[in-house]
């Protein structure tokens, strides 16, 4: 029989929904996540030999996998990467026995990856007495998805589940790695509303958006699109493709800034306008809406709410609305009557 340690350490990170800043966090520009209730808690009890035996509310059957094993698609292999990652660190030594309980809905785009892995880093933390900051947690994240996952995601996912807390949200330079925590003002609310379609960042549509803007990069000679001036670009001799993937970064990276100064100053209905500028830039410059999704943002600004947009990754997923606190109920009740593929997943608000 391997040897199981009987110690168990806990680990636990929120999803997140963006509030703006789409694609940015790959381009230099900023990004505006807030982190949700619901989330992922992890007990991990480390192993003497390189076994990786996972159970998680989620699935009937347990997954029992091997450190040296690759990714295989599979519902574990965040596990796996992320006890890699953990040896690497110097936290762990051989495997770990994982217990998942999670609340979130796996493929909304709420970063349940980024949260499991986060969380079991946080409990490796513990069992190897580390000292790695949450920052340095997020790196290692991020390292797990790109290297070991195959995503060529972002960093914004990992550090607001790694930093962030629920009821607030946070602004993050992607280029310098420097937050802040915004708390949101009294009396609103985002509603984040599954659209009904699910999405995988592995489905090969983010990562074509990725090499689109590393085309763009390209021409350019710079890793930041989003800090390029937008007369360059228009008056750029360059495929419409990337000219339009640079302009949504570009503009995206300033109407996430602005957001920042309105959400500070409790200016709800400009946050508002600059949600729903940025779905229109999500739709007709990154071409990463359907037209299910901008039926239901559609529907959320007519009902009423001060702004509305796809948020994360693209191709699916949820929604994010901004409403006022008394308008909260009747808005959500129009909008599910009126979409019946849609549902309510999480809010964030101040109260
Ligand atoms: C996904 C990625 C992030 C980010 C968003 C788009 O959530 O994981 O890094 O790029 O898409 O903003």
């Known amino acids: 029989m391997p ?12 999803g997140r929904v963006n509030l703006i ?5 790959y381009n230099g520009g900023m990004v505006l996540p807030a982190a949700l209730s619901i989330g992922i808690e992890v007990s991990l009890s480390p192993r003497s030999d390189s076994m990786v035996a996972v159970t998680s509310n989620n699935y009937d059957a347990p997954a029992v996998r091997d450190l040296a094993d690759d990714a295989v698609g599979e519902w574990s292999d ?7 990652e953990a040896n690497a660190l110097g936290l762990l030594q051989g495997g770990a026995s994982i217990d998942i309980r999670s609340t979130m809905p796996e493929g ?7 949260a499991l892995i986060v969380a079991i880093l946080k ?14 947690l997020a790196v290692a994240a991020r390292r797990v998805e790109n290297h070991y996952m195959g995503v060529p995601c972002g960093i914004m996912d990992q550090m607001a589940v790694a930093l962030a807390t629920p009821g607030t949200a946070m602004a993050l330079d992607t280029k310098s790695l420097d937050w802040t925590i915004a708390s949101l003002p009294a009396g609103y609310a985002m509603l984040v509303v599954h659209s009904g379609l699910t999405r995988k960042l592995t489905d090969g549509r983010y990562g074509a958006r990725k090499a689109e803007c590393d085309a763009a990069k390209r021409y350019f000679g710079t890793e930041d699109l989003c ?12 495929d419409d493709i990337p000219k339009r993937r640079a302009l949504h970064c570009l503009t995206e990276h300033r109407r996430t800034v602005e957001a920042v100064d309105a959400l500070e100053a409790g200016a709800m209905a400009r946050f508002g306008e600059l949600m729903n500028e940025s779905h229109a830039s999500m739709r007709d410059l990154f071409d990463m809406s359907l037209p299910e999704i901008d039926a239901l ?17 693209g191709f699916g997923g949820c929604i994010v609305v901004c409403v006022q606190a008394e308008r909260r109920e009747a808005l959500l009740e129009q909008l599910l009557a009126r979409h019946s593929g849609a549902r309510f997943v999480d809010a964030v608000s101040a109260d």
């Open 3 to 14: 040897e199981t340690f009987t110690a168990t350490y806990l680990g636990h990170a929120p």
């Open 21 to 25: 800043g789409e694609h940015t966090d």
């Open 78 to 84: 965040p596990c796996v990467g992320a006890l890699r």
């Open 108 to 114: 909304s785009g709420l970063s349940s990856s980024a």
């Open 123 to 136: 409990a490796a933390r513990e069992a190897g007495g580390g000292t790695q900051n949450d920052v340095e």
């Open 227 to 238: 800090l390029l001036d937008r007369a360059q670009v228009e008056g750029a001799d360059l």
């Open 297 to 313: 943002v559609a529907s959320a600004q007519e009902l009423g709410a001060l702004g509305a947009r796809l948020t994360g990754g």
